[in-house]
Every structure is written in structure tokens, then in C-alpha cells.
């Protein structure tokens, strides 16, 4: 089981800007989903963006990201990172990583279905933006 710290979570005002990072640890394959999610109360927890390992490409959840936020991993440091440019109050959630074990020839990373296959997850580190 992979495991998953977050960080760099806070407050800001609508506008500003954070990047998340993920470090990861336990990996036994070249290839994986690594992914963002994010969750309010009361509301299901959705995903925002994937990253393969392995190469298979990065996805984004368009109408959450509308183009402010990008993903990016670190492969010497085993981190994912979220950059979140132009905050807004809406963005404000507990933001989560996952990761799932992915071989190649199952394609794109789950983003929207499939969440079941995220084993692991990051205990989360909460964003706040204000108005």
C-alpha cells in the first residue's frame, strides 16, 4: 500500500494562489494514478486531476479546473504537486491525494468513475479561500 502525506493546504483570499504537495512512499510499480480529489461537507468527494507515473498522460475535471489549476510529479521525490492559481471561495474543500496501481494498457487514470480503484489516500489538508 502506498502511502501519502499532503501538504500546504491554508488560508487565502479569492485571487491568490497555493500549491498542494503530495509525497508518496511504498511504491511496487512503475505505474500509477496519482490523483487530487476534493470533498466539502455533505458533498460527495470529487476529482480534480491525474497524473500516470507511468506516462499515460494527465487529466483534468475541466469544470472545476477552468484552466487555474495544473498537476505535475517529481518523479526523483515521489511528489505530485496541485498548483492553484486564481482562487476562489468555492475552491474551498479538504484537498486529498490518492493513488492507484495502473499498468499501461488500462489506459487513462479513473477521474470521475471509478474512484473505488484509489487504494491509498493522504489524510488531507484543507483549503480555505475567502471573499
Known amino acids: 500500500q502506498v502511502e501519502l502525506v499532503e501538504s500546504g493546504g491554508g488560508s487565502v483570499q479569492a485571487g491568490g494562489s497555493l500549491r498542494l504537495s503530495c509525497v508518496a512512499s511504498?511504491?511496487?510499480?512503475?505505474?500509477?494514478?496519482m490523483a487530487w480529489f476534493r470533498q466539502t461537507p455533505g458533498k460527495e468527494r470529487e476529482g480534480i486531476a491525474t497524473f500516470h507515473t507511468g506516462g499515460n498522460g494527465i487529466t483534468y475535471k475541466s469544470d472545476i479546473v477552468q484552466g487555474r489549476f495544473t498537476i505535475s510529479h517529481d518523479n526523483s521525490k515521489n511528489t505530485l504537486y496541485l498548483q492553484m492559481n486564481s482562487l476562489k471561495p468555492e475552491d474551498t474543500a479538504m484537498y486529498y491525494c490518492?493513488?492507484?496501481?495502473?499498468?499501461?494498457?488500462?489506459?487513462?487514470?479513473?477521474?470521475?468513475?471509478?474512484?473505488?480503484?484509489?487504494?491509498?489516500w493522504g489524510q488531507g489538508t484543507q483549503v480555505t479561500v475567502s471573499s
Open positions: 490518492a493513488a492507484a496501481r495502473w499498468p499501461l494498457f488500462r489506459g487513462s487514470c479513473p477521474l470521475i468513475d471509478g474512484i473505488y480503484n484509489y487504494l491509498s
Open positions: 511504498g511504491y511496487t510499480s512503475n505505474n500509477y494514478c
